[in-house]
C-alpha cells in the first residue's frame, strides 16, 4: 500500500486496519512525519486452571472462603444458611 495523507486515511480506516493485518506496510503521513501501522496480535493470559497445581475439595464446594488479614490471605469456613 502506497503512503497516504491523513484525510484519505481517515477514509479508508477499515481498509488500512484491513492491510496492516494482513502484513502489508501502512505507512501515514502528516505534516512530512510518517507513520507506520502495525498489527499486534493480542496476548492470551494463562488459564485460571494452570494458576493452581491442586484446589481442596471443601473449597470447590464451597464451604470454605478466603478472609484478607494482615498476615495475608487465610481460610475461614462459611456460615451455613437458615
Given at each position: 500500500m502506497k503512503p497516504m495523507k491523513v484525510a484519505e486515511a481517515r477514509a479508508?480506516?477499515?481498509?488500512?486496519?484491513d492491510?496492516?493485518?494482513k502484513g502489508t506496510d501502512v505507512v501515514i503521513e502528516?505534516?512530512?512525519?510518517?507513520?507506520?501501522v502495525v498489527?499486534?496480535?493480542a496476548r492470551s493470559?494463562?488459564?485460571a486452571a494452570?494458576?493452581?497445581e491442586s484446589v481442596d475439595a471443601d473449597?470447590?464446594?464451597g464451604q470454605w472462603t478466603w478472609k484478607a488479614a494482615k498476615a495475608g490471605l487465610v481460610f475461614k469456613p462459611r456460615r451455613k444458611r437458615r
Open positions: 479508508r480506516f477499515g481498509e488500512i486496519l492491510e496492516a493485518e502528516r505534516r512530512g512525519v510518517r507513520y507506520r498489527a499486534e496480535r493470559a494463562p488459564a494452570d494458576l493452581f473449597v470447590l464446594s
